[in-house]
């Protein structure tokens, strides 16, 4: 009984925190600290005993009548435990970054409580058990993420944040629509294995194309869908541990896992092709592979950077999904992970040199290297993931993505891997190039110490642990619990009924 | 529960047995008149006591009405013992029972808000005259919400339109004042041209109970003309939008106890009358015209308040125009109401439901919020909320939490609302009033995203007046049944279709 109700508390143990971060006056640092971290620590926890559990083949699930003809399901299954996972572990790490980030500054108690409310979305979002649940986080993130955008008051962070909603709240309704005329073609639509649509009759077949046509454009938002994605770079006003965890992973990845859901879990893999879906889907992830990498290069500001590179390498998620054949699901599904647990590196990276250095321009990290030499590691361990070379994280994802390719009799899909590699080499070399192998150019825009180390303790540790991960996920990625065997036991289970 | 088949749906909307007499009605109506009477004797502006004990009495007592409801189905009452057509006969179906509750929180939640402002806000020599007709307005909506002849709504609309007038005009500023001058103005015309149609209708069948009226319905001009009066005169009183012009200021210059009330229940009694006799005597007239004209003048609402809302510097005249907006939803649900199918008339009338009790609680929340955020601000502008978002977390916690109520975002008894209405239309074809429903919420995010944006600005420091503690609770716990209801709507909903109003319309 117990048990039955995991999801339940996976969810709790980011909401119950939210609330009472709210309510605690501002001046309560001790507690808010102690209170996040153990929050942190015990969902870990719980999405590793959920985990282990789905893995022995139980299904958790929690569900109760929300409207008339939909119900509220909470269900944990192999791709729910995939998300959980990945939101739960880089949730702990980005909150000990940003516990360190907002030392003496204004607004804390805001800023965590609404910090945890994201997370707890994430958590529905992995968790729902059909698409109404979904929309419901999905809404539920675009309105906790607004104030963490905003959160410096400034005119500009108020102009990112208008533009951010203008783009989710438009992007929510078309998903809304989707998702209702589904609801009134087949009833209450459950996210199954394999999908659950393939009954439809063939003269409904116009109006499923338009629920997906419309599901993708509300999803493709988040996912920062090339034409979707202006918000994204202009949302980098946010604080780092923001960027971090939101708009490297939280809310990119919200999109693209409902990508994944609706196409395995809703209309499933082989019946998206009979409808001729997935080579639409195939091109826009392709241009947006194409252009968030031509775009990156044109930047001179960090972050900005390091966004566009997101727009980019999201939408490998969305080319494994729309790649037909197990190996380019494989590839997809992993990468899901493995981009997340990179670019998150990669966005502390920048939270550190813009913290310790005041360096914000891409032009002024030369010789960086000497001065933060595990900051610089990290960011170089991170970019050479993202550019693929072997054993890291990255290479894993691409090698899957592009004998995916030919599995599905698209070589040409291969070209747009290797174009897209080399964009990621010419924009992220020269970085890593100024880091170490430039002199100093002077004084330090505005420089900063903290205590022993060459930033704080706060900053390094999270930075270091990603970095590894990285690392480890590549080369041990034959264990079991690695992404890429999890990613394998999903898509075992999406193939074979 | 997948989608229930709508025969199901439509067997438990008649279903509800009717039971021999209960007191209970008759407590419904008289205990708000009696606290009227008890306020009143020694009128104060404080009487703190009273009107508690009053207010807990009143939701207990209702409660109790709709648990009866709830179990035993449509129940109805002859007062005095005399029955129809001489007494005043009164009936408890789902809809009546279901808003004699909505009305006791409600008010029960304003009463408490009046209760814990401060001193210095309660002089001024009208003040004293508010809890009388407080209590007036509450027994004025019962017993609309309970009447079940055509007279005894409009004995009730006339108190309510008059005790509104009155609790307006009590704020004793030039603008409540004036407000409402042309409140009485559009009350008074509304309630002539109702009595009048009821007056034709009393003409032609010699009876006013509805169900006399129904049985012998014919479409005679008479009749048409009659109700051609009482709809134009109820959409006046319901702010139907080209004849909404009086309800933005009268909302706004109240007191905000008195704008939560008006916004949230007072504008929904003409609504549901309209409904009542529509759905009843009058449906063999509701015709796919009608209905679409209604549903065009609701779409237009929802598009030209929100568009006032977006332009208006006033935060008051914010929301009130928000509350012309909402009230458009109501009349786009009509022409889903009469939807050839089945499945979309059930969507459409528990959408409808939704719609109506959400919007009540989500709104009278954000009206005591605004009034909080005024207070602590010492000014009405949106673009003085500077700051707020730091000094005023609560109240602007239920501000926004009645916000996605009103967006229709979930999870909030506005989306579900939405979303059930939003079936309606696609199950019934009716696809520009899907279009409406989400150009509705887009409109309704642009205006309340104004205001959470001029909350982030940093604004000065120490510029900011304390307010009671008790304005933020109230307004939280009205706003967290908007948001609670979109996760357990099913068994309110399940009440509210008990009743024989559908019959006609519905089958």
Known sequence: ?497 | MSVAPAATLLALMQSGSTVAASPLIALALVIPLCWAVLTAMRPAPRQTLLVLSGLGIWNVASAMLWWHTRANGVVNYALGGWSEPLGIGLRADGIASSLVLLTAVIAGGCGVYRLCTPDADLRGTAMRWFWPLFFLLGAALNAVWLAADLFNMYVGLELLGLSAVGLVAVAGTTAALSAALRYLLAALLGSLAYLLGVALLYAEYGSLALSSVASGFAPTDTTIVALGFITAGLCLKTALFPLHGWLPPAHSAALPPVSALLSALVVKASFVMLLRIWLGPGAPLLVPTVAQGLGVLGAGAIVWGGWQAIQHADLKMLVAHSTVAQLGYLFVAIPLLIDASDTARAFAWDGLMLQIVSHALAKSAMFLASGTLIAAVGSGKVVDLAGVSRHMPLALFAFGLAAVSLMGLPPSGGFSAKWLLLQAALAGGQWHWAAVLLAGGLLTAGYVFRVFRASFLQGAEDRFTDTPLGWDVVALLLAGMAIMLGLLSTGPLDVMRFGALLQRGIT
């Open chain 1, 1 to 497: 009984m117990i048990a039955s109700f995991l999801p339940l508390w996976v969810l709790a143990s980011s909401l119950v925190p939210a609330i009472l971060i709210f309510l605690l006056p501002e001046q309560q640092r001790g507690a808010r600290t102690a209170l996040n971290l153990t929050a942190a620590v015990l969902k870990l926890v719980l999405v590793a005993i959920m985990t282990w559990g789905v893995a022995q083949g139980t299904v958790y699930e929690v569900r109760f009548a929300m409207v008339p003809g939909a119900d509220f399901i909470l269900r944990a299954d192999a791709m729910a435990c995939l998300f959980a996972g990945l939101s739960a572990l880089l949730w702990f790490f980005t909150t000990v970054y940003a516990i360190g980030y907002l030392e003496g500054a204004p607004n804390r108690s805001r800023f965590f409580g609404f910090f945890s409310l994201c997370v707890a979305s994430t958590m529905g979002i992995a968790l729902s058990g059909n698409l109404i649940t979904f929309l419901l986080f999905y809404e539920l993130l675009t309105l906790s993420t607004y104030p963490l955008v905003v959160h410096r008051g400034t005119e500009k962070a108020l102009a990112a944040g208008r533009v951010y909603l203008r783009y989710t709240i438009t992007g929510g309704a078309a998903l809304l629509l989707g998702i209702a005329v589904l609801y009134s073609l087949v009833g209450d639509v459950e996210f199954l294995e394999t999908g659950s649509l393939r009954s439809v009759p063939e003269s409904a077949w116009p109006q499923l194309r338009i629920a997906f046509a419309l599901m993708i454009a509300g999803l493709g938002v988040k996912a920062a869908l090339v034409p979707l994605h202006g918000w994204l770079p202009q949302a980098m006003v946010a604080p780092a541990p923001v960027s971090a965890l939101l708009h490297a992973v939280a809310v990119v990845k919200a999109g693209a896992f409902g990508i994944v859901r609706v196409v395995y879990d809703v209309y499933g893999i082989e019946f998206a092709r009979q409808l001729a879906l997935l080579t639409p889907l195939m091109i826009v992830a392709c241009a947006t592979i194409l252009w968030g990498s031509v775009r990156a290069l044109a930047q001179t500001d960090l972050k900005r950077r390091l966004a566009f590179s997101t727009v980019s390498q999201v939408s490998y998620i969305a080319l494994g999904v729309s790649l037909f054949g197990p190996l380019g699901t494989i590839g997809g599904l992993v990468h899901l992970l493995h981009q997340g647990i990179m670019k998150v590196t990669l966005f502390y990276c920048a939270g550190n040199f813009a913290e310790t250095l005041g360096v914000h321009d891409i032009r002024e990290l030369d010789g960086a290297g000497r001065r933060m030499p595990i900051t610089s590691t990290a960011f170089t361990i991170g970019a050479f993931g993202m550019i693929g070379v072997p054993p890291l994280a990255g290479f894993v994802s691409k090698w899957y993505l592009g004998l995916g390719a030919f599995e599905a009799g698209m070589p040409w899909v291969l070209g747009v891997l290797i174009v897209s590699s080399m964009l990621n080499a010419a924009y992220f070399l020269p970085i890593v190039h100024r880091l170490w192998f430039r002199p100093i150019a002077g004084a330090w825009p505005e420089e900063h110490t903290f205590g022993r180390f060459e930033t704080s303790a706060w900053f390094l540790v999270p930075t270091i642990a990603t970095a590894l991960f990285t690392v480890g996920a590549g080369l041990f990625a034959g264990a079991p619990f690695s992404p890429l065997e999890w990613a394998m036991l999903i898509t075992r289970r999406e193939y074979l009924p």
